[in-house]
């Protein structure tokens, strides 16, 4: 099923810091960044040290951080703790921080990581000094100019974008998490330079955007692509959207440079998510992205049950080092979390697929008429 081609070496350049997985978003809530460094043991303890070049990025500026956000923003950031929280009544609702965005202890810091991973593994790329970047610490799509979203604050992704545009006239952006990346879609909606395209869960479902017929705007017309699922979407189906739009995008488009989002709450059994993808139907996404063989970024994002989120990225991480990990997995600091098993899988389950073929074919057809009556 997965293929890798040794041939096509990949120089790997990783970004983690090992202060990421203390940041707690607080009791009860689903996003946990320790799942970052139960996926960080896994790839350590499979070996794909020996592949990789490992780095810990410098934590993103102040300054870095307004080339997309504004000051009043990154200052209240900065500045907010939970014990001084009280002072900040009118900016908690300006900025939006609150049940989905609590202001944690580090909160600042843990944004710093995120960005400066996403925006070092950019500019190694810009480089030319690797073809691959990771950072699951990145991903973090809904994150607006001037306000916090859907557990992000700061937009690692437009950062790092903002960074490949120094070099690259243009930018692919594709995002695999259950949800709309809104945030990085709205930050270049009217730009041609930057096109994304978000496959995401619609409908009743958060943060509500995301529709077909949302395809950008003034220069960005046709730059933004919507591919909104129902409940249940299985390997396959997901096979047969997923590859034909992005290789549309790619003929269309020809990006010099892709950034890809590897949300893991469209997995199967996620505790927010809906869909019904195993790991490997997740991970196909990754190693066809991959295969274009253009210099590639690639984030976190969502995923809400760990131990699903941990195996696929560290299965990802394989592939983009051309290697297929063995299903028995090592041991590893957190190996007690991937019982009863202990094996490198996420198995779907029996829900229904809402998504008909029918209803498939027309937003492919939609979509590929879009583009193919548009010059770029
Ligand atoms: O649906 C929403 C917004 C509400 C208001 C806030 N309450 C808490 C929930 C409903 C309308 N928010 C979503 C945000 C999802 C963000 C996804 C992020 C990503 O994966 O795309 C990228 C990293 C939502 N769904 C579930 C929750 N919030 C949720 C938040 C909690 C919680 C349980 C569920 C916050 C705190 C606690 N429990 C203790
Ligand atoms: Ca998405
Ligand atoms: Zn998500």
Partial sequence: DLKVDPTQKKRVAYFYDADVGNYAYGAGHPMKPHRIRMAHSLIM????????????????????????????????????????????????????????????????????????????????????????????????????????????????????????????????????????????????????????????????????????????????????????????????TYKSIFEPVVQKIMDWYQPSAVVLQCGGDSLSGDRLGCFNLSMKGHANCVNFVKLFGIPMMVVGGGGYTMRNVSRTWTYESGLLNNVLLPLELPYNEYYEYYGPDYKLDVRPSNMYNYNSPEFLNKILTNIVANLENTKH
């Fill in 45 to 236: 303890n499979y070996g794909l040290y020996k592949k990789m070049e490992i780095y810990r990025a410098k934590p993103a500026t102040k300054q870095e951080m307004c080339q997309f956000h504004t000051d009043e923003y990154i200052d209240f950031l900065s500045r907010v703790t939970p014990d001084n929280l009280e002072m900040f009544a009118k900016e908690q609702i300006k900025f939006n921080v609150g049940d989905d965005c609590p202001v944690f202890d580090g909160l600042f810091e843990y944004c710093g990581i995120s960005g400066g991973g996403s925006m070092e593994g950019a500019a190694r790329l810009n480089r030319g000094k690797c073809d691959v970047a990771i950072n699951y610490a990145g991903g973090l799509h809904h994150a607006k100019k001037s306000e916090a979203s859907g557990f992000c604050y700061l937009n690692d992704i437009v950062l790092g974008i903002i960074e490949l545009l120094r070099y690259h006239p243009r930018v692919l952006y594709v995002d695999i998490d259950v949800h709309h990346g809104d945030g990085v879609e709205e930050a270049f909606y009217t730009t041609d330079r930057v096109m994304t395209c978000s496959f995401h869960k619609y409908g009743e479902f958060f943060p509500g955007t995301g529709e077909l017929r949302d395809i950008g705007v003034g220069k960005g017309k046709h730059h933004a692509v919507n591919i909104p699922l129902r409940d249940g979407i299985d390997d396959a």
